[in-house]
């Protein structure tokens, strides 16, 4: 569904102004979202079934190779380009706009962070190109932002390391064009002075079909539903020992690097989706007549879109300034919580007004709103817990809790 209007929640704020061609990447995107994306998004939401031709043909627009150079298949585009790609695409459809996000964020940017010479050319063209997905096996059972509980091990046995464990949870990895999923895995443990372990965890590349590795039937979500999520079997994995991604032992360190930029993107979808419940609230608000007059006339329905548009401001605010240190070789990883903290706040606070102001029609899951609400949830909890976020603010602050 879209509407017509001035998009005056959609403008460039004072201090971070877009060149002429991030405005004109932003705007091809709000359209391809607007004309392709947003009338198909409840057909493949309910078929629960990534759409191979929308993913194919923002392939062809360059959007999964926006940040990377030009030598790997890439656009050759700043960081934040790709963040403006996101939110316009998670304004009408989270789903695909976590796609790419977690397409480019999670899947491709570890082996171009980490990677050898010789990854980064086998793996970045096709991914840069959107002819494949990659996923990232972070989280287990016990382990997610607690990465000691990590129970996965990788063995190094005769040049090939043997994989054994589980994943959960685990985006991108078991789609029709899914080629590898990265995974962490204990490569050795060592004893502390104190008696206690430390794991040596480790990044280690698993091409997809690769004997013993599974993709388990695809999860019956609450939301996202047409984003590919799996759990993940790995039974006597056995991948090159040439496949470890970075140095033996920093896989989780490196893997952290990776999550601060990530959350700078997924706060741009978290913005994307409370715009997209701001302007499905204007159009209703406007044109929604009860008893002879737009229930936008009424001042508690305009207070409250009043506050969905200053809640998509400051999102906006903090994701911009988290990209722009990002890009400046600043220091950006309480600012890149703090964006993914207002952000996934204001995104589920906004679907929340924007149901309510629709009424029984926010209910019907047709409506743009109704699949927001489904899927914001998740923007609390993915990539780091709100609980993560302000942990992660604390600690920059100089609390130790």
Not at 54 to 68: D, H, S, V, Y
Not at 186 to 194: P, Q
Request: proline residues 4%; aromatic residues 8%; contains cysteine.
């Amino acid at each position: 569904m879209t509407m017509q209007m001035d998009r005056p929640a959609d403008t460039e704020v004072a201090g971070f102004e877009l060149t002429d061609e991030q405005r004109r990447l932003r705007d091809e995107v709000r359209d391809f979202a607007d004309t392709v994306v947003a009338p198909a998004a409840y057909e493949y939401d309910t078929k629960r079934s990534l759409p191979y031709d929308i993913i194919a043909e923002m392939g062809r627009m360059g959007l999964f190779g926006l940040p990377f150079p030009v030598e790997y298949g890439g656009q050759g585009k700043d960081y934040l380009s790709l963040c403006l790609a996101v939110e316009q695409l998670g304004r009408v459809d989270q789903s695909i706009g976590v796609t790419l996000e977690a397409g480019v964020g999670l899947g491709a940017m570890p082996i171009f962070r980490s990677g050898s010479e010789e990854q980064k050319q086998q793996w970045l063209p096709m991914l840069a190109k959107g002819e494949a997905l990659a996923g990232f096996g972070l989280t287990e059972a016990e382990a997610g932002s607690d990465a000691s509980g990590t129970k996965t091990t990788a063995v190094l046995r005769d040049g090939e390391w043997v994989i054994n464990g589980t994943k959960q949870f685990i985006t991108n990895s078991g789609s029709e064009i899914t080629r590898l999923v990265t995974i962490t895995a204990v490569t050795g443990e060592e004893r502390r002075a104190d008696g206690s372990i430390k794991k040596e965890l480790s990044a280690i590349i698993v091409p997809s079909g690769t004997p013993g590795f599974v993709a388990e039937p695809v999860y019956d979500k609450v939301g996202w539903h047409t984003s590919d999520t799996h759990p993940l079997t790995l039974t006597d994995v056995h991948v090159p020992a040439k496949n470890l991604l970075g140095e033996r032992g920093r896989g989780y360190a490196n893997f952290v690097q990776t999550l601060d930029e990530g959350r700078v993107a997924f706060a741009a979808l978290c913005t994307g989706a409370a715009q997209g419940c701001l302007e499905e609230a204007i159009r209703y608000a406007k044109s929604r007549n009860v008893f002879g007059r737009p229930i936008g006339s009424n001042q508690h329905i305009a207070f409250k879109i009043a506050r969905m548009q200053a809640r998509v401001h400051t999102a906006r605010l903090a994701y911009y300034d988290a990209a722009f240190k990002l890009m400046a070789g600043r220091p950006f990883k309480m600012e890149a919580s703090i964006a993914k903290l207002v952000g996934s706040e204001a995104a589920m606070d906004n679907a929340r007004d924007a149901t309510q102001i629709f009424g029984g029609y926010g209910f019907m899951n047709e409506n743009p709103v109704a699949r927001h609400y489904r899927d914001s949830k998740i923007l609390e909890i993915g990539e780091g817990t709100s609980e993560v976020q302000m942990l992660v603010i604390s600690r920059a602050l100089g609390f130790s809790a």
